[in-house]
Each structure stands twice: as structure tokens, then as C-alpha cells.
């Protein structure tokens, strides 16, 4: 058989290319319903989940959650401690609250735990290093050294609590700024769709939760106060307090000229998002412009040296040879 002959028969090249498409069209059609099936498969898991979601918040609500009882005493005990030294006064000031809350601690008791931490860690590390340079560093000398070092131990882990406010306050603020940007034009979009303002913020902090779960809470937060609050201003002004980014602020002042005024929403909005984009680009560049000074002590500490070897070892050996 001539497998040329054939394979450069036009009837057959034919008959190929009509099964090829048959096969495309069939494999196009499945494709469509198995697609349709994927989603109601997703769709249905969804609704489980959110249906789990609820039995849970309600079990919540009703005090039948397990550890609830446990939470409390263990609460109670905290107030007791912070109540009887009067904790408060010595640890926390007008601006605590306002910290914790930009750190993602809301409410009473979250002060009251701050402040039982700064009381209880430096003690606790104090009876820690105290054992430690007694029975270990230290053994066998002076007893007043090691009640010296150890102070000193308490003294500088005092400020531990407060350095891990700072840090993660620091990773909350750099979640919400990577996406406030995002977070404008979907806004842009929601007003300019029809959507009111409480709408919106309540569609976007859905929507941006996913990228980022700092900034769709507070949204989550801010959607409600503008819900019960008399003034939409006053929710306004407290979200930009909660972040305390002044990305957030701008576009907060905006939407309380915007509502004291009556001026338009979506062009505020539209003129924050590009400011906001514009802002973002100035980053990534200072960035960039940051590199170059950024490396100059690697390059000089570990590739220069190795480059001289290199060019240098070849005629130092033939030099001594």
C-alpha cells in the first residue's frame, strides 16, 4: 500500500479534517456541560458551607459553644487581676484603645488582656532569667549578679508586648494599603452601577476579602456603622481612625464633603482612584530607585572579592612558579 499516495489523497485529508472537527464540536459540547455540572457542584458546597456557617453563629449566640464557659472564667480572672492592681492606670492610656483597634483588637476586653500582658510578662520572664543565670549562666557566682541580670531582662521585655502591637499594626496597615487601590475601583464601579454607598462598601467588602481580609473587615465594620450611626461622617472618621493610613483618610474626607455637600460620589471616588493608582506607581518606583544603593554592600562584600581571586590567582601562580 502506498502510504504517500494516501496520506496525500484529498478524499482522505478530507475525511481527516471532518473527523477532527466532529471531535472538536463534540469535545466543545462536553466540555459546556461539564462546566454547567463543575459550577452546580461548587454552587451546592457553597450553600453547605454557608448553612454550616449559620448553625454555628446560632449555636454561638445561644451560648452553646463548648469553650465559651472556659473563655469566660478565664476573663473574669484577667478583669479580677487588672482591676485589683489597677493595672489600667499604670499600662494604658487615651491612645490604647485606638492602638489595639488598629491592630485588629476591638472592645474592652482586648485593652484589659494588653494590659494584664505588660504586667505578667516582665514578671514572668524576670522569675525565668532569674532561674536561668542562677542554676546555668551563672552558676556558683555572685547571687546579686543574677538578680541584676535578671531585672535587666524584665526591663527589656517589658517593651515586648508593645513591639508586637507595633508589628502586627505594621502588617495590618501594609495589607490594607496593597489593596485600597483595588478596593477604589471596585467602589468606582459599584456607585457608578446605581449601587448607594452602604450597598457598595457592603458588595466590595466581599469581594475584597479575599485579597485582603484586614481591609474587607473593615469595610464589614464600616457597612454596619453606616446602618445605625446618625451621621454617615461619624462612620467615616472611624474607619479612618481604625486604620490610620493616610491613603484611607484622603478618600474618607472625600466622602464627607461628598455627603455634606451633596457633590457627586463616583467622581470623588473616581479622582481618589487615580490618585491612589498614581500613589501605588510612585511606590513601585521609589522602590526600584531603591535598589541599586540596596545592593552596593552585597556587590562590594561577596562578589568583588571573589571576582579579584578569580582574575588575580592565575598570575600570582604563575608568578610564583
Not at 502510504?3 to 472537527?21: E, H, K, M, Q, R
Not at 449566640?61 to 489597677?86: C, H, M, P, Q, Y
Not at 481612625?241 to 463616583?266: C, F, H, N, P, W
Not at 487615580?274 to 535598589?291: F, I, P, S, V, Y
Amino acid at each position: 500500500m502506498n502510504i504517500v499516495g494516501t496520506v496525500t489523497n484529498p478524499d482522505f485529508l478530507v475525511a481527516v479534517l471532518a473527523a477532527i472537527s466532529a471531535a472538536a464540536i463534540v469535545f466543545t459540547f462536553g466540555m459546556q456541560f461539564s462546566d454547567k455540572k463543575d459550577v452546580k457542584h461548587r454552587i451546592k458546597k457553597v450553600a453547605i458551607e454557608r448553612e454550616r456557617l449559620r448553625v454555628d453563629e446560632i449555636s454561638r449566640l445561644r451560648g452553646e459553644d463548648k469553650n465559651a464557659r472556659k473563655k469566660k472564667e478565664s476573663s473574669e480572672t484577667v478583669n479580677k487581676i487588672v482591676d485589683r492592681f489597677d493595672l489600667k492606670k499604670a499600662f494604658a492610656d487615651e491612645q490604647t484603645t485606638k492602638k489595639l483597634a488598629r491592630a485588629g483588637y476591638r472592645g474592652p476586653t482586648a485593652v484589659t488582656t494588653f494590659v494584664f500582658l505588660r504586667f505578667v510578662v516582665p514578671l514572668g520572664t524576670t522569675v525565668l532569667a532569674l532561674f536561668y543565670f542562677m542554676f546555668a549562666f551563672n552558676k556558683g557566682g555572685p547571687l546579686y549578679l543574677s538578680i541584676t541580670y535578671a531585672i535587666g531582662v524584665g526591663i527589656v521585655s517589658s517593651y515586648l508586648p508593645v513591639v508586637m502591637l507595633k508589628n502586627q499594626t505594621t502588617k495590618r496597615q501594609q495589607s490594607i494599603r496593597s489593596s485600597w487601590s483595588d478596593c477604589l475601583d471596585l467602589l468606582l464601579l459599584c456607585v457608578e452601577s446605581g449601587m448607594s454607598i452602604e450597598h457598595a462598601f457592603n458588595r466590595v467588602a466581599k469581594e475584597i476579602a479575599v485579597q485582603s481580609p484586614e481591609l474587607g473587615e473593615e469595610l464589614t465594620l464600616t457597612t454596619a456603622e453606616l446602618s445605625f450611626l446618625d451621621r454617615r461622617s461619624r462612620a467615616y472618621e472611624n474607619m479612618s481612625d481604625r486604620t490610620g493610613l493616610d491613603e484611607v483618610k484622603s478618600v474618607m474626607t472625600a466622602l464627607i464633603q461628598s455627603d455634606k455637600y451633596g457633590t457627586s460620589v463616583g467622581s470623588s471616588l473616581r479622582v481618589m482612584a487615580e490618585e491612589g493608582r498614581e500613589m501605588r506607581m510612585m511606590a513601585a518606583e521609589a522602590k526600584a530607585a531603591a535598589l541599586p544603593p540596596k545592593l552596593t554592600v552585597p556587590l562590594i562584600l561577596f562578589f568583588l572579592p571573589v571576582l579579584f581571586i578569580m582574575v588575580m590567582t592565575p598570575a600570582l601562580m604563575s608568578a610564583f612558579n
